[in-house]
Nanobody, 114 residues
Framework: QVQLVESGGGLVQPGGSLRLSCAAS????????MGWYRQAPGKQRELVAHITNSGGTNYADSVKGRFTISRHNAKNTVYLQMNSLKPEDTAVYYCNAMREASYWGQGTQVTVSS
């Protein structure tokens, strides 16, 4: 069983920062790509950022310049640093890992509000 556990969500004011963590049950290098998705109420789940096994990254236009995806291989953990948060960033954030199949964490709530 592949287990992905997200943490770090919470309530933050606009302009604030949060760092999300995704801890995997095994080596993250066994996945060819890992990433973060988010889903706001009434909206489709969308890609936020992903990082490949080789270290390449991609970001949604809406978060480029504000969010950074990174990894710590020895800790089997992928991070999403979120800066300059906006109310429209409010969503449940999900960790995703791809190998022979696609795996998902349970999600962590991020709420950006005054």
């Amino acid at each position: 069983q592949v287990q992905l556990v997200e943490s770090g969500g919470g309530l933050v004011q606009p302009g604030g920062s949060l760092r999300l963590s995704c801890a995997a049950s095994g080596s993250i290098l066994s996945f060819f790509r890992m990433g973060w998705y988010r889903q706001a109420p009434g909206k489709q789940r969308e890609l936020v950022a992903h990082i490949t096994n080789s270290g390449g990254t991609n970001y949604a236009d809406s978060v480029k310049g504000r969010f950074t995806i990174s990894r710590h291989n020895a800790k089997n953990t992928v991070y999403l640093q979120m800066n300059s948060l906006k109310p429209e960033d409010t969503a449940v954030y999900y960790c995703n890992a791809m190998r022979e199949a696609s795996y998902w964490g349970q999600g962590t709530q991020v709420t950006v509000s005054s």
